[in-house]
């Protein structure tokens, strides 16, 4: 009778748990992802060992970047602080300029503005920046989309004396669109001046408006379309995209075809790039200032799922879905010349590979 009672007993609960807003089968062992406050210093932090990561390793990991002139380094897990360390007098409080890893907050952008109904990365790039941006002959122009722009595929010729320059005179023809990947800098930064023609803004404003205010960046800038920021605010940026252009309980990109478009193969050319990002696991990838393919993946050592924002002298962004990871490096060289892939890619990661053994 006793058992039958106590049947009958949660049986009720379980009834009382559909109508509540409670669910049916609770499992508090999931954590929600952790985002900080958007103002002050607060930020949670987790023990590596409350992980099972070998905290021995993770320190040698991080002595490893300090001897590569390494100034601003952390790791999240699930958004919280597992290890933060500055050298070369650096604090949480040190903006620096994040190079051409400030693409893929531009690619971030891009995405909005498509969203917001501003522009259409599928029509021709002379719409936004008017015939003759180019020195090309207008069919030839008329082939380069804003797509072309966001996965270096225009066409343009990147072997110029200033590849930074936007002058109709610096733009040349090499290929048709779509058939030539090239790391260039200026249909790159010609997209910052799409958004501010059809947002009526400056591009500062516009990105302070539609992300900055957002997660908590207020110091971050724009300085000669280049940004400036905090490591904590690189970070905050990387769990923005680790959570798929979600803050919180805020959605700042919910076109989630554009976001997956973004952080897979944009093309067949370089299978490592998106839309601006930078992809591992790939079975191939093209490097800045070279037509090589190289039949292997750009950081064997690093998990495969890693997306990257990545730019000269080591400037890191990287986001891992599998291990719910963020983690940023800046500074200067690790002793790389490279734009934007480095051996720092692998050899970081190699010895995170061994603190946390993934």
Known sequence: MQRILFIIGFLIFLNSCKKSNLP?????????????????????????SSLDWDTAKLNAAFDYAGTKNTYGLIVLQNGKIVKEKYWNNWNLNTRYYIASAGKSVVAFLMGIAQQDGLLNINDKTS?????????LPLAKENLITLKNNLTMTTGLNDAVADPDCEDPACLTYVADAGSRWAYHNAPYRLLQTVIENTSAQTFNQYCKQQLYD???????????????????????????????????????????????????????????????WWLNGKESFMAPTSQIVFPVSMAPDAPIDMIMA??????????????????????????NVTLGPSSFDNEFWLRMKEAIGY
Request: aromatic fraction near 14%; charge should be positive.
């Open 24 to 48: 049916s089968n609770p499992n508090p062992s999931v954590e929600s992802y952790y985002f900080p406050p958007l103002t002050g210093g607060f930020w949670e932090t987790k023990a590596a």
């Open 127 to 135: 719409q936004y920046l008017g015939n003759g941006w180019t020195s």
């Open 214 to 276: 957002k997660i908590g960046m207020p110091n971050a800038f724009w300085y000669n379309n280049v940004m400036w920021c905090t490591t904590r605010e690189a970070a905050r940026f990387g769990s923005l995209i680790l959570n798929k252009g979600k803050w919180d309980n805020n959605t700042l990109l919910s076109d989630s075809s554009y976001f997956q478009s973004m952080v897979n193969s944009s093309q067949n050319l370089n299978k490592s790039y998106g839309y601006l």
């Open 310 to 335: 990545l730019g000269k002298e080591d400037k890191k962004i990287y986001v891992v879905p599998s291990l719910n990871m963020v983690v940023v490096r800046l500074g200067d060289s690790a002793g």
